[in-house]
């Protein structure tokens, strides 16, 4: 973020968390699209094999109805899709009603990067999401699978 706004990135680390530099990045530029696109392309360098990584095999493998994460990555999305396993991706209630009883639902609370405007990556953003009345989080008080151990 330091970079892309003209600060040397040590000292701008120091001006705050990660979130009110967000915050302050998203202030200064207008929007967040730089700063998603840069994490999207460190985040998914292609040195990185899916193959190889045993947690995501087993998330695959172990046929959940629904998947919860915070994260905004798409390394969930690229298992299923490495292992030929069919998945719908959920980050807005939209979302939500095209849900099919036979497709694992990726449930994404923290957004996506496909969508700036879902991403949890500012202050605001975060105490947005901290008030646990968003349409995902009622989806999973209301799921009854949720609740089984």
Known sequence: MGKQLGYDPDIFRGFGTYLTLSEYYQIVEGSIGGLRSNLDVQWHQSKFDIATSEAHKLIVDLNFFRIYTTNFDRWIEKAFEHWHKPFHKITNVNQIAESKPSVVDVIKFH???????????????????????????ILLRADPRSLDS
């Open 111 to 137: 957004g996506d990067f496909d969508q700036d405007e879902s991403l949890v990556l500012t202050e605001s953003n975060y105490f947005d999401r901290l008030e646990f009345e968003a349409p995902l989080d």
